[in-house]
Nanobody
Framework: QVQLAESGGGLVQAGGSLRLSCAAS??????MGWFRQAPGKEREFVAA????????YYTDSVKGRFTISRDNAKNTVYLQLNSLKPDDAAVYYC?????????????????????WGQGTQVTVSS
């Protein structure tokens, strides 16, 4: 049974940092990523990483502030969130894809991912 277990969310002041973790079990994946969903908004892409060559993808609003990384041995992906802003507040979801994406634009669409975690809340106070 495939499971994605997120952890690391919480309450932080603007300008602060958090590290989210997503531990995968049940199989290995071609790519893993993070999406987020704020109240009243659609779930949006944040970052992704390709397991084979460590290629990384970010949405523009988090470039230079967030970093995605992986630990192969633990089958875990991390998202380091720095310089947090109130607009970053959301439920953050881990996602995983079974098959290699043929083009880079696939990483940005939630429909391309096969498995999802339950989400972890990130709250940023101003």
């Amino acid at each position: 049974q495939v499971q994605l277990a997120e952890s690391g969310g919480g309450l932080v002041q603007a300008g602060g940092s958090l590290r989210l973790s997503c531990a995968a079990s049940g199989r290995t994946f071609s790519s893993m990523g993070w999406f987020r969903q704020a109240p009243g908004k659609e779930r949006e892409f944040v970052a992704a990483i390709r397991w084979s060559d460590n290629s990384k993808y970010y949405t523009d609003s988090v470039k230079g502030r967030f970093t995605i990384s992986r630990d192969n041995a633990k089958n875990t992906v991390y998202l380091q969130l720095n310089s947090l802003k109130p607009d970053d507040a959301a439920v953050y979801y881990c996602a995983a894809a079974k098959n290699r994406f043929p083009i880079s634009t696939y990483y940005y669409f939630r429909s391309r991912y096969d498995y999802w975690g339950q989400g972890t809340q990130v709250t940023v106070s101003s």
